[in-house]
């Protein structure tokens, strides 16, 4: 395995020199990359919004307000049509999912069901219109009565229209603002998510997101005072509107539309050239214009409404026919707000109502205390993992090191190719990646020392040991996969990233380990020759120290099993400190303008707002973690809370960080995260038990679900939060172990065909001690990593690196005393991986025996 070709090498370097080529450009300037050549990669890492600042909202379709519209439309529908063919008719009414009529005149029944037949007509969807979908089916339940039903397959198929159609309309909305490089998709069958990266002014990002900017020109109807309306019935045809003054002012509009939003083709904020005021001037198309010219000139002195979402924006007078087609909208703007109100116009209306049901909003001070933070953290991590390789391991040391480098710089280049978003829990990831790394090293080295102790030259037991550590390492690094795999699909925004992190860090891992850093041990051996294994603190710990590690077996179950009991108590005693993502609610960070934090003063003026039960904690240099308790009323009650917190405090405290997660996403994260958990622990013993045999399998998952009872019980012995970041820990934590174990399981398998006569328990002592020496490295080194990210990686992933520290020791702690005394619980005997032909040469062995 130490042989290389000419042009494998080439290959080898080619692609991590690529990998160079493509990661260099985040390291310099936007300026220092404009003024390089074109053909060179330019491309850099997209920063999430935990790094940089932004908004991400996810926003929703209320499927029951579709409905309604659609019942209305069919309403009107069955009117039409029954009013077109002249057939008579009563008791129109719709309710639920239906709407009915009944035909007054026997002798139009048959006109009537041939006029209503071509409402239930199929209408195209799918691309390019291969499909159709009925969107209404029709019923006579008796002679004369007709009842259409919506069909689910129509509001499925409205539903997907309106959401395509947001995500078009935001789309527009939001580059009108400027912003650089938003993320605008459809998410699920509902919803949309809306992330828009460095954005100063969130609040002005959902003020634009939240309103369906529906515009309508009508008529005011003064044939009624409005008071007089309001206290009475208003006249037929016409509705009770208010403006946006404050107070608002009632207006008594005429329900039949003049012109509508559709007609627009352009609309600008502008100054009012005799007052100065900022207004917003439109233009229609010619039947907009023809409309609206028509009605001007037959109303001349009246008052015509410009309504916005069944609000009057203004309702002035019309002193002459408005021919040329253009106009102008005068209200209370300020330059901003007439802005904004052009750029609804321009954008277009929203098919239906969008509600947010999630935001995570970070300033952008904190995302760039969190990049200084992070980055910093990583270096350090990566300085202690490489003096302590090469303390470990001598030249071998250095090798391995190099190799580590070139995986950091193919696991930035394949994130930048790719133009995945970096997230501080991918930092996390990558930093985890590079402790758990150097496992693959540590397993190839102490096989590399069993076969020169056994006497085998160099030479030849570094061949072996890079032959013999493949099963162990892929197998390890494969369970960890299947854990960073299940956590993308399971997990939301950042925790994603640390996934996409872990997962892309385990493939380099692989390859930098049994091509880069093999073909870097194989160029030191043609050149220097050596003869001996390289010095180096590891020649200190023996290779296999026979220790009788089994008979603590008994205390370790008991330990354990007692520790499990105290967890369960404490869950059903105690209550868990569920973060926003698994009970819905607020959480907002601000620091203080002026002077010291006052976190009573905060808890107070909060109180009073009456928005239930609220936390506030200090931390940091003069900040504040408040934390507003899940509302009844709904979502869009959660976002009114956040508004009033922000008036109440804007003027004494910025706000760095704002997390609000409303019932409908809360209920389906906690969900979410129960099932990842479960899908990950199955998914592992399907591999193991496929690769080994179901013992192993079953002892891996006992050892892990452990492991993650453990974990559980730190969250709640120490009241730490529960939250979407606590998911991602476990199962990290989870990889972590099963990787642990899998490596022990891999020395149990090869020495079960090795000692066939060997007692279960010997053997197992015999393994762990084989092993123990490749634990204790890769334990230190993946400790020293995330102790340098807890220490200095920041207070936003603080608790999250902190999880995986105890876990880290808690995995390393199972994979010894819990995972390998289940297989002697489970009658583990030797000869469960012979071969057939094995076990007839047994046969023929021992029947040559007996005679």
């Known amino acids: 395995m130490l042989y290389f070709s000419r042009w494998k090498s080439i290959a080898i370097w080619l692609v991590v020199f690529v990998a160079f080529i493509v990661a260099a450009p985040n390291l310099l300037s936007q300026s220092t990359l404009a003024s390089l050549p074109n053909w060179l990669p330019k491309s850099q890492m997209t920063l999430g919004l935990d790094l940089q600042g932004g908004s991400h909202i996810l926003l929703q379709v209320d499927r029951n307000d579709l409905i309604n519209d659609r019942l209305d439309t069919a309403r009107d529908d069955v009117r039409i049509a029954l009013r077109d063919a002249r057939v008579g008719y009563t008791g129109l009414s719709s309710?639920?999912?239906?709407?009915?009529?009944?035909?007054?005149?026997?002798?139009?029944?048959a006109a009537a069901r041939t006029a209503l037949n071509a409402l239930t007509q199929p209408v195209s969807s799918g691309l390019f219109g291969t499909g159709s979908v009925a969107e209404l089916s029709m019923a006579e339940p008796e002679?004369?009565?007709f009842r259409f039903t919506l069909t689910d397959e129509g509001i499925d198929y409205r539903l997907g229209t309106a959401v395509s159609q947001s995500v078009e309309v935001i789309n527009r909305r939001v580059n009108e603002l400027g912003t650089t490089e938003p993320i605008i998709q459809q998410q699920g069958n509902d919803r949309v998510l809306v992330q828009v990266p460095g954005l100063d002014d969130p609040q002005r990002l959902k003020d634009i997101l939240g309103q369906t900017a529906k515009l309508t020109f009508q008529m005011v109807d003064q044939t009624m005072p409005a008071q007089e309306a309001i206290q009475g019935r208003p006249p037929a045809g016409a509705t009770v509107m208010y403006s946006t003054d404050d107070p608002p002012v009632p207006y008594v509009i005429e329900n039949r539309v003049i012109v509508s939003g559709e007609n627009l083709i352009d609309a600008q904020a502008t100054f009012d050239q005799r007052t100065s005021e900022p207004v917003v001037s439109f233009r229609f198309d010619n039947q907009g214009a023809t409309r609206f010219g028509q009605t001007t000139q037959q109303n001349v002195g009246r008052l015509f409404a410009i309504i916005l979402d069944d609000q009057v924006i203004s309702a002035p007078q019309i002193r002459e026919p408005i021919l040329g087609g253009s106009g102008q909208i005068s209200g209370n703007f300020t330059a901003q707000s007439a802005n904004d109100l052009a750029v609804l116009l321009r954008a277009g209306a929203l098919p239906a109502d969008l509600t947010i049901v999630e935001e995570r909003t970070v300033g952008p001070s904190l995302g760039a205390d969190s990049i200084e933070a992070g980055t910093f953290a990583t270096m350090i991590a990566a300085v202690l993992v490489f003096a302590f390789m090469l303390l470990a391991y001598g030249k071998l040391g250095v090798l391995a090191s190099i190799g580590l480098a070139a995986n950091m710089i193919m696991i930035i280049a394949i994130l930048t190719a790719l133009g995945a978003t970096l997230t501080l829990p991918g930092i996390a990831g990558i930093a985890l990646t590079l402790g758990m790394a150097v496992d693959s090293n540590v397993i190839i080295f102490e096989r590399v020392r069993e076969e020169r102790a056994q006497g085998r030259s160099l030479i030849q037991s570094l061949d072996s040991g890079f032959q013999r550590a493949l099963a162990a390492v892929v197998d390890a690094n494969v369970t960890t996969l299947i854990?960073?795999?299940?956590?993308?699909?399971?997990?939301?925004?950042?925790?994603?990233?640390?996934?996409?992190?872990?997962?892309?860090?385990?493939?380099?891992?692989?390859?930098?380990?049994?091509?880069?850093?093999?073909?870097?041990?194989?160029?030191w051996l043609r050149r220097s020759r050596p003869?001996?294994?390289?010095?180096?603190?590891?020649?200190?710990?023996?290779?296999?120290?026979?220790?009788n590690i089994m008979r603590w077996r008994n205390w370790a179950f008991a330990l354990s099993g007692g520790a499990s009991l105290i967890v369960v108590g404490a869950f059903f005693t105690n209550e868990m400190n569920y973060g926003i993502d698994f009970r819905g609610g607020s959480m907002v960070e601000v620091q203080a303008r002026d002077g010291a934090a006052d976190p009573g003063d905060v808890r107070a003026r909060l109180s009073a707002l009456n928005v239930g039960d609220v936390q506030v904690q200090e931390f940091g240099n003069n900040e504040l973690m408040i934390r507003v308790q899940g509302q009844d009323g709904g979502d869009n009650v959660e976002q009114s809370v956040v508004s009033l917190v922000q008036a109440e405090l804007q003027a004494d405290y910025d706000f760095r960080r704002i997390e609000v997660v409303g019932p409908t996403v809360s209920s389906e994260l906690a969900i979410n995260g129960a099932i990842g958990v479960l899908a990950s622990l199955i998914a592992m013993l399907i591999y193991i038990w496929f690769r080994f045999e179901w013992q192993f399998g079953v002892g891996a998952i006992v050892s892990t679900l452990h492991d993650v009872v453990m974990m559980m019980g730190l969250y709640i012995i120490l009241g730490l939060e529960f939250n979407l970041a606590s998911i991602a820990a476990i199962l990290t934590v989870v990889g972590y172990s099963i990787n642990d174990t899998v490596v022990i399981y891999d020395r149990v398998r090869e020495n079960l065909r090795k000692y066939k006569r060997m007692d279960v328990v010997d053997l197992l002592n015999l393994s762990l001690s084989q092993t123990l020496s490749r634990t204790f490295m890769t334990g230190l080194t993946t400790l020293f990593a995330l102790s340098a990210l807890y220490m200095w990686g920041g207070e936003v992933?603080?608790?999250?690196?902190?999880?995986?520290?105890?876990?880290?020791?808690?995995?390393?702690?199972?994979?010894?005393?819990?995972?390998?005394?289940?297989?002697?619980?489970f009658k583990l005997r030797a000869g469960i991986f012979d071969s057939e032909q094995d076990r007839l040469d047994a046969t023929k062995r021992e029947m040559t025996a007996r005679t």
């Open 797 to 825: 992933i603080a608790d999250f690196m902190f999880a995986i520290l105890i876990g880290v020791l808690v995995g390393t702690y199972s994979s010894v005393f819990i995972a390998g005394p289940m297989l002697i619980l």
């Open 95 to 109: 309710s639920n999912r239906t709407v009915q009529v009944r035909v007054r005149d026997e002798g139009q029944i």
């Open 531 to 547: 003869t001996e294994f390289p010095a180096g603190l590891v020649h200190y710990l023996p290779l296999d120290p026979k220790l």
């Open 143 to 145: 002679t004369g009565l």
């Open 483 to 523: 854990a960073a795999i299940i956590l993308f699909y399971m997990g939301t925004g950042p925790i994603r990233g640390f996934a996409v992190t872990l997962a892309i860090g385990i493939v380099t891992t692989v390859f930098t380990a049994f091509t880069l850093t093999r073909w870097l041990i194989s160029v």
